[in-house]
């Protein structure tokens, strides 16, 4: 099983949208979390060294994960989505978005 870890700021619409659409799916375990202080579930060390593949929604969410854990991210695959905090938790528009954008990289670590 491949460890899936999505992230954004507050794990309260992007990430855990994100969590929801691909917990199903064959051969991945999923998470998510948030990198701002008050955020729903905050990402942890243990939540970095647990993954195989972290999605982030930002650059600058990519950028702090490589400043403040740069030494639990040896043979970690991180990929930036560039999804903007524009959508609603389970938004049908952010839904698409995640199955256009993530599968191809799922598929890959499989």
């Known amino acids: 099983m491949k460890k899936v870890l999505f992230v954004c ?7 855990p949208t994100a969590e929801n659409v691909f917990r199903s799916y064959k051969g991945i375990l999923v998470k998510s979390a948030g990198l701002d202080p008050h955020a729903k579930i905050h990402l942890t060390a243990d939540m970095i060294e647990w993954s195989d593949i972290i999605f982030t929604m ?7 994960i490589e400043k403040t854990y740069s030494h ?11 999804i903007s ?26």
């Not at 700021?9 to 990430?15: F, I």
């Not at 609603?88 to 995640?98: A, G, N, R, V």
């Open 72 to 82: 639990k991210l040896k043979g970690k695959k991180i990929i930036c989505l560039n």
């Open 85 to 110: 905090d524009d959508y609603d938790f389970m938004q049908s528009e952010l839904i698409y978005i995640l199955k256009e954008k993530v599968p191809g990289y799922l598929k890959a670590i499989k």
């Open 58 to 64: 930002e650059k600058s969410h990519l950028e702090k």
């Open 9 to 15: 700021s507050q794990n309260r619409l992007r990430s």
